[in-house]
């Protein structure tokens, strides 16, 4: 890394690994990125403080590593984190004023969710007696919401659309999970022919 561009401080751009979304924007020393690499926490360089400064050291709310790149000219940090709480010290979840989430995001959660149910399989959940009662009646109840789906885009409201594409979506993962597939694999499928 090129320290002598600004001083001996290089600027590390924040970004969630899972939202991608710019956090915030930090100055670093070597001595700081040195710091960042060994303990798998951001650490800054604090230009108003003059010292090292862990991001999280008294709110509790760190930044732990998932990922540093350079930037081509050796100037500039990438660094993509796995947050813990929220960013700025006014409180919201990015210095910029955005919420960190992606609704798309869910998906994968409740994939996640359907995934533990499977190995689990916990006495009450709705999820397990569908994994109980066997790959035909899960097959159906896709067919079942498929159709719903349909009527609700034909004959129905926005609302019992969205409400019944939901159902579909819900019951295809729980499908997908007990052939062994993820909604990952779907996405790699539909990847592989798009043109």
């Known amino acids: 890394m090129d320290f002598n561009k600004l001083n001996g401080?290089?600027?590390?751009?924040i970004q969630?690994?899972?939202?991608?979304?710019?956090?915030?924007?930090?100055?670093?020393n070597e001595e700081a990125l040195a710091k960042t690499r060994e303990t798998g926490k951001v650490t800054f360089f604090s230009r108003t403080k003059n010292r090292l400064w862990t991001k999280g050291e008294e709110s509790g709310n760190f930044l732990?590593?998932?990922?540093?790149?350079?930037?081509?000219?050796?100037?500039t940090l990438?660094?993509?984190?796995?947050?813990?709480?929220?960013?700025?010290?006014?409180?919201?979840?990015?210095?910029f004023g955005e919420k960190n989430e992606e609704n798309i995001l869910f998906l994968k959660y409740?994939?996640?969710?359907?995934?533990?149910?499977?190995?689990?399989?916990p006495e009450g959940s709705y999820t397990t007696s569908l994994f109980k009662k066997g790959v035909n009646r899960m097959a159906q109840k896709v067919g079942e919401e498929a159709v719903e789906t349909v009527?609700?885009?034909?004959?129905?409201?926005?609302?019992?659309?969205?409400?019944?594409?939901?159902?579909?979506?819900?019951?295809?993962?729980v499908l997908l999970t007990s052939?062994?597939?993820?909604?990952?694999?779907?996405?790699?499928?539909l990847k592989k022919r798009h043109k």
């Open 16 to 28: 969630d690994h899972d939202t991608n979304k710019v956090l915030m924007l930090g100055f670093m």
């Open 151 to 173: 009527i609700e885009a034909t004959n129905g409201t926005g609302e019992g659309f969205l409400y019944e594409a939901s159902d579909l979506i819900y019951h295809l993962i």
């Open 110 to 121: 409740l994939q996640d969710f359907i995934d533990r149910r499977y190995r689990e399989m």
């Open 179 to 189: 052939k062994g597939y993820r909604l990952e694999d779907l996405a790699g499928e």
């Open 64 to 75: 732990n590593v998932v990922s540093i790149a350079e930037d081509c000219d050796n100037d």
């Open 78 to 95: 990438l660094i993509k984190v796995n947050p813990v709480g929220p960013v700025c010290h006014t409180g919201s979840d990015t210095c």
């Open 9 to 13: 401080l290089i600027p590390a751009v």
